[in-house]
């Protein structure tokens, strides 16, 4: 198999979708990134996409 080369983001944070941002929460701040700009660098390559949602179990009292 030949080797590859990998262009990934990763991004946590609370997705709007009307705006394409996605904020991130740190202790320290709130970091908001632009998802469209980011999207628009693999305009027109070949590309697989993962969307995760996290949700925290509930915990047995």
Known sequence: MASKKVNQVNLKGIFDMDVME???QTKETELVYDFK???SDFNGKTVSITIKEENELPIKE
């Open 22 to 24: 996605v904020t991130e």
């Open 37 to 39: 700009e980011i999207l």
